[in-house]
């Protein structure tokens, strides 16, 4: 069993800087590989990076790419997601996730373990 516990959301101006972090309960995190995902309203939730479980491999959403970074430190049991040149578009709740097995495909459905989230707004 894993518990997640993402902070670090907030208000900020395009163009602007957050980073969201992803506190995970539990000896085995290093063993999980770490994923986020954003749900804008009435939009379906989806992938946005994700890093495997040696921290050897990471994936990005086309549409982050060169602006977000997905980082673990396993003895804190943390994943960090920095996102940067931020715009209006990436208004979601962004939620963290934990899969114990490997995969290169990162469908909301194939997560096991999903934390609350927490609303990311961006102004223009």
């Known amino acids: 069993q894993v518990q997640l516990v993402e902070s670090g959301g907030g208000l900020v101006q395009a163009g602007g800087s957050l980073r969201l972090s992803c506190a995970a309960s539990?000896?085995?995190?290093?063993?999980?590989?770490m994923g986020w995902f954003c749900q804008a309203p009435g939009k379906e939730r989806e992938f946005v990076a994700a890093?495997?479980?040696?921290?050897?491999?990471?994936y990005y959403a086309d549409s982050v790419k060169g602006r977000f970074t997905i980082s673990r430190d396993n003895a804190k049991n943390t994943v960090y997601l920095q996102m940067n040149v931020l715009k209006p578009e990436d208004t979601a709740v962004y939620y963290c996730?934990?899969?114990?097995?490997?995969?290169?495909?990162?469908?909301?459905?194939?997560?096991?373990?999903w934390g609350k989230g927490t609303l990311v707004t961006v102004s223009s």
């Open positions: 890093t495997s479980w040696g921290d050897r491999y990471t």
């Open positions: 539990g000896r085995t995190f290093s063993r999980y590989n």
């Open positions: 996730a934990a899969r114990a097995d490997y995969t290169t495909t990162w469908a909301p459905g194939d997560m096991d373990y």
